[in-house]
């Protein structure tokens, strides 16, 4: 079930299949494949499947239909932090196990429109810390190109799901390259939009300055169709911006430009240490075929950027101890007997033991420390200063440059457990997609090349801030140069 977006439309078109029976044929993978991955939290079988059957009839009276509205019928999932109305949304943890939301997030609202159809909610690293989908209160998802390793984090199941072919796309969020480092480890293409491009209500918060929704897909022009479909002004999120949606896949469609009319740069100094020696290969080779193509690539500073995981280590967990001190167990989140505790700190103590992961502890535990009186100023605040160094520097490479190419990570997917039990060892696999988070800016990862282990090598390209059209073009002359085509055997 290896279909994009616009396979799916022409099939609608030409009759090739119905809504209802490409679902079928959708759910038949998922329990085929998904008791080993384990990429889905929750497969909402009966409701897509009579949701389908309802778009059959659409198509039988009005055809016309498909043309206006690309994402009519197709069948895509979320990730679990995306609240659906009367449904479970756990965000990978034992605190929101039985929590049911009573209304839409606006990501999901924006979709519906659309007649999309839900399949599910994808597994996800606890409250969406993590790189690996090791921390989910559901237990770890798979890569399939490798069951022994993982696929990324925090958005690991969305990005399995849609490289396994149990997803057209899937809805993933971004606070330090949970994204693109998933898209990357599991051969797909994985879009961060700018911040504030994309409504966060109704999306559980982590980092509430870094979070942002955005789609985890087969191409290029598939995420520019979902980000046109998800972006938009929203009034009831105080961080998005009043900007109308995106256009990307009208300009796209276009195809008036050429990948020579764009200035590439190349962060060098960046990428000289701790890259795996393959990736530097691969990467090489694509910029010197890029050279020999008469593209101009210029080598670019961020001098600052060496800092990013470190800034991030920061301000991440401060906002997150503060965006977590909402589950007590009162209101709403897991809750200990109360007749078993003598007091009311007692009670807020076990519920939270009980109900948060070892990551989720460690990195409230980080920001309370970080936050508290002596240390705020040493720390959360001259973290946001050297956020700003970071900006800074990224504006001055784009006086120069359109767009900024490197890795998406540093190394290939690594094994299960190799680094569970060495937090600074995993903080540090996102060192190359932290600073677009901090920077706000646009980035993508899609597809280089596969390894001579059979496994995914992403190529990540940011863009300047809100300017999302720029960064589709060079990602979709990138990809159509790259060619890369592959599929997981499994």
């Not at 700018?194 to 300055?209: E, N, Q, T």
Request: glycine fraction near 8%; aromatic fraction near 8%; charged fraction near 25%.
């Amino acid at each position: 079930m290896y279909k994009t977006i616009e396979d799916i439309n022409k099939g609608y078109k030409k009759k090739d299949f119905k809504p209802s029976e490409l679902v079928s044929e959708y759910l038949s993978e998922i329990k085929l494949k998904d008791q080993k991955l384990n990429s889905y939290t929750e497969v909402f079988e009966d409701l897509v499947f009579s949701h389908a059957q309802n778009l059959d009839k659409e198509i039988d009276s009005d055809n016309s239909i498909l043309d206006s509205n690309i994402l009519f019928g197709i069948p895509i999932a979320l990730k679990d932090i995306f609240l659906v109305k009367d449904l479970i949304c756990t965000s990978g943890s034992k605190m929101l196990e039985n929590y049911v939301s009573n209304y839409d997030s606006k990501v999901y609202e924006s979709l519906k429109i659309t007649s999309c159809l839900l399949l599910g909610k994808n597994n996800m690293d606890e409250f969406a810390m993590g790189s690996s989908t090791e921390t989910s209160y559901h237990g770890p998802t798979l890569n399939p190109w490798d069951l022994n390793r993982v696929p990324g984090g925090s958005s690991g199941g969305s990005a399995s799901a849609v490289a396994a072919g149990l997803a057209c796309a899937s809805i993933g969020t971004d606070t330090g390259g949970s994204i693109r480092q998933p898209a990357s480890f599991c051969g797909i293409v994985g879009l961060k939009p700018s911040y504030g491009r994309v409504s966060r209500f109704g999306m559980i918060a982590f980092s509430s300055s870094l979070d942002q929704a955005g789609p985890l897909c087969r191409t290029v022009k598939d995420s520019a169709i979902l980000l046109d479909s998800i972006s938009g002004y929203d009034s009831k999120d105080s961080t998005c911006l009043n900007l109308p949606p995106t256009n990307c896949y009208t300009e796209l469609c276009k195809n008036d430009f050429n990948l020579k009319d764009f200035t590439i740069g190349i962060p060098s100094k960046l990428l000289d240490i701790g890259l795996d020696r393959e990736i530097k290969t691969n990467f090489d080779s694509l910029i010197k075929e890029l050279i020999s193509n008469g593209v101009k690539v210029v080598d670019i500073e961020l001098p600052n950027a060496k800092y990013s995981v470190a800034t991030y280590y920061i301000i991440a967990p401060c906002e997150a101890s503060s965006n977590l001190s909402r589950f007590d167990g009162v209101r709403y989140g897991h809750s200990t007997d109360y007749k078993n505790v003598k007091d009311l700190e007692e009670f807020y103590i076990k519920n939270r033991s009980e109900g948060f992961g070892d990551e989720v502890k460690r990195r409230i535990m980080l920001g309370n420390y970080a936050l508290s009186s002596g240390y705020y100023d040493a720390y959360y605040l001259k973290a946001n200063k050297v956020k700003e160094m970071i900006v800074s520097d990224f504006n001055s490479a784009f006086n120069n440059v359109d767009c900024i190419l490197s890795p998406t990570c540093p190394e290939l997917p690594f094994n299960l457990g190799e680094k569970k039990n060495d937090p600074l060892k995993m903080y540090l696999s996102d060192i190359l997609t932290i600073p677009a988070n901090l920077a706000q800016l646009p980035s993508i990862s899609i597809p280089l090349s596969l390894s001579k282990n059979n496994l995914p090598i992403g190529l990540q390209i940011t863009g300047k801030k809100l300017d999302e059209n720029t960064l589709l073009k060079v990602a979709n002359g990138l990809e159509n140069l790259i060619g890369f085509s592959a599929t997981p055997k499994g």
